[in-house]
């Protein structure tokens, strides 16, 4: 054979074997408003501050720098972040401003996520979250709108900028497994008419609403399922179900501390699936076939109860979370050519202390401590003090803090090495799959 067809058959041989390896996989966890310091208040409530999260044994780690866009004026930056712009900045690799899914800041063009891109692959595809299935994380991957809020036809929010609801693009967008809150979605009326539950089984969705139907479900179905009215409930609740509050105080105004208490099984979370359950439904789904996967999980109400000030139920949602990320490396261990992905779209104003005190030694008196404060007893015995100071209507504000990357399975990981900015987790995935 002459060297040029030699060099010739070479090349083609190699091109055949790039083009017919298996296509790889991707399964992104997403703790909602899972900074540094709700990952702290888990580790010393369920650990004592000592080992035990499964995020903390990952070893491939790095810390991402959180901004966004003014919503006034994109030109500005605000230094925090918040789930439709940060999951915004995962799924596309673009900033935008507070409350856009997958849209411009300025103009409110689409930017095209890698959901779409894998689709157009050949990948499957899921989403899978403890918020209802259309808030704004997921929706960041399947959905394109400039008010978060546009969940469904008659919300008020798709009026502001004519988006098509979210429900309707996520559906339409033929994502494999969906699976979270939102059976209050179901009756709501489709953009073409009829319901959105019509909609979903004219579209080839078996639609499940409950555990017992989800775990019999054969896997390769294509699955919309939704397990409460609006978000799941948190796993877990404070003390007599009561989170942080205003210290009470004396005749003085001097504060008197409670007694350290421990968290409790929240009553309303019995019957609904946990996050773990939802997504090996959804791995177990995705992986047959071979055709390549993307599936994003999503820890919601680590955000959401520490919007509410209420430590026990970010502790129990981050413990259910980190159970997941451990799941999801042990599949990638099996599955080969896995990558899992573990970060948060902004950090909480969750705060660990021992007490307010002040360093002088003089009491504390109720006006010298304006937020929550609640005192926990840990599983070994020891108190835990936690405070949310960003306001008193007991409805925390997003910080700026950095929060983690960790990752497992990448042949790129030192791409999400060290401090990153949010917006190279996308390349550094495109990168994984398509390179
Ligand atoms: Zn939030």
């Not at 948060?344 to 030694?361: F, L, M, N, R």
Request: net charge negative; glycine share 12%.
């Amino acid at each position: 054979m002459k060297r040029s067809l030699l060099i010739a058959t070479a090349i083609f041989t190699a091109s055949i074997t790039a083009t017919l390896a298996a296509p790889k996989n991707i399964i992104l966890l997403i703790g909602d408003g899972m900074g540094e310091a709700e990952i702290a208040v888990t580790r010393a409530y369920a650990f004592d501050g000592d080992a035990g999260l499964y995020v903390d044994e990952m070893k491939d780690r790095g810390s991402v720098i959180v901004k966004q866009l003014m919503v006034d004026d994109p030109t500005k930056i605000e230094f925090t972040g918040e789930s439709a712009s940060g999951g915004t900045t995962l799924s596309t690799g673009n900033r935008t401003s507070a409350g856009r899914v997958a849209v411009s800041a300025f103009d409110g063009n689409h930017y095209k996520t890698i959901l779409e891109e894998v689709q157009e692959r050949g990948y499957k595809t899921g989403l899978v979250t403890t918020s209802i299935i259309t808030d704004a994380t997921p929706a960041s991957f399947a959905a394109h709108a400039q008010n978060r809020y546009c969940f469904v036809k008659g919300a008020k929010a798709c009026s502001q900028f004519a988006d098509t609801p979210i429900v309707d693009q996520m559906l339409d967008h033929n994502v494999d497994v969906m699976l979270g809150g939102g059976k209050n979605l179901l009756p709501g009326t489709a953009v073409q008419g009829g319901s959105v539950e019509q909609k979903a089984k004219g579209l080839g969705y078996t639609v499940v609403t409950e555990r017992e139907d989800l775990i019999k479900l054969a896997v390769g179905t294509k699955t919309f399922g939704v397990f409460s009215n609006g978000h799941l409930p948190t796993e877990w609740v404070g003390p007599g179900g009561k989170g942080a509050d205003f210290l009470e105080v004396n005749g003085n105004r001097e504060v008197i501390f409670p007694k350290p208490a421990a968290c409790e099984i929240n009553p309303a979370h019995a019957g609904i699936p946990k996050l773990e359950e939802m997504s090996k439904y959804a791995i177990d789904n995705l992986r047959v076939g071979g055709h390549g996967f993307f599936l994003v999980i999503e820890g919601a109400s680590i955000d959401k109860a520490a919007h509410v000030s209420n430590p026990c139920g970010t502790i129990g949602e981050m413990l259910a979370f980190d159970r997941t990320v451990k799941m999801a490396v042990d599949y990638a261990k099996e599955l080969g050519d896995t990558a899992v992905i573990v970060t948060a779209d902004h950090g909480q104003s969750t705060q660990v202390i021992y007490k307010p005190e002040t360093y002088d030694g003089s009491p504390i008196r109720r006006d010298l401590i304006p937020g929550f404060y609640q005192s926990l007893l840990t599983r070994g015995g020891h108190e835990l003090g936690v405070y949310y100071g960003t306001n008193n209507i007991n409805d925390q504000s997003h910080t700026g803090v950095n929060v983690p990357v960790l990752t497992y399975g990448m042949d790129n990981a030192e791409d999400l090495t060290g401090v990153i900015q949010q917006t190279e987790i996308y390349p550094a995935m495109k990168k994984f799959l398509f390179n």
